[in-house]
T-cell receptor, first 115, second 111 residues
Framework: NAGVMQNPRHLVRRRGQEARLRCSPM?????VYWYRQLPEEGLKFMVY????????ESGMPKERFSAEFPKEGPSILRIQQVVRGDSAAYFC?????????????FGAGSRLTVL | GQQLNQSPQSMFIQEGEDVSMNCTSS?????WLWYKQDPGEGPVLLIA?????ELTSNGRLTAQFGITRKDSFLNISASIPSDVGIYFC???????????FGSGTQLTVLP
């Protein structure tokens, strides 16, 4: 009965490197959402995915960021050529099919530090 | 984009006291949610509100969905040390699935 699993919990990267954050939704959940939280701020929506399909990426930066949710395996948030401003906590949430965002279950987050 | 103004930003209260925090928006939301986030963890849903004017309780927590659909408040009665954390309001606009979060209220409960 594991909840939303995110890894790594902490990731350190140097400027210009790539960061990959993984999220396994709760069992039976087919929708995945990624949010970013900067220090001292609330969570900001980035992207909403179903299996093999990006539904809404209106919160994703236009460059360097991408997300996928393959048929098999976890959802991946990929940040290329990281910069210091990418340092943040990235949260994944999942929900069952047919429900709205208000039944989101959040993971514990992945904290990215860019040196 | 839509923004939620959450206040106060932080609160220091004595154990046993009641707490109140609120969120306002310039836009209408169809759903209001209140979350609590502990250090190093993700947000956990406390209360969900679905109708304007709705008043909902969850133990010592009570939240209301404003009549105008542009505001909500959360009350915590008889605070205890484990209430410490950051409380976030969040709104769901229209049929969109994503949530808009407030900036949070950091609650500290003093013994």
């Amino acid at each position: 009965n594991a909840g939303v699993m995110q890894n790594p919990r902490h990731l350190v990267r140097r400027r210009g490197q790539e960061a990959r954050l993984r999220c396994s939704p709760m069992k039976g959940h087919s929708h995945v959402y990624w949010y970013r939280q900067l220090p001292e701020e609330g969570l900001k929506f980035m992207v909403y995915l179903q299996k093999e399909n990006i539904i809404d990426e209106s919160g994703m930066p236009k460059e360097r960021f991408s997300a996928e949710f393959p048929k098999e395996g976890p959802s991946i948030l990929r940040i290329q050529q990281v910069v210091r401003g990418d340092s943040a906590a990235y949260f994944c949430a999942s929900s069952p099919l047919g429900t709205g965002a208000n039944v989101l279950t959040f993971g514990a987050g992945s904290r990215l530090t860019v040196l | 984009g839509q923004q939620l103004n959450q206040s106060p930003q932080s609160m220091f209260i004595q154990e046993g006291e009641d707490v109140s925090m609120n969120c306002t928006s310039s836009s209408i939301f169809n759903t209001w949610l209140w979350y609590k986030q502990d250090p190093g963890e993700g947000p956990v849903l406390l209360i969900a509100l679905y109708k304007a004017g709705e008043l909902t309780s969850n133990g010592r927590l009570t939240a209301q969905f404003g009549i105008t659909r542009k505001d909500s408040f959360l009350n915590i009665s008889a605070s205890i040390p484990s209430d410490v954390g950051i409380y976030f309001c969040a709104g769901q606009p229209g049929s969109a699935r994503q949530l808009t979060f407030g900036s949070g209220t950091q609650l500290t409960v003093l013994p």
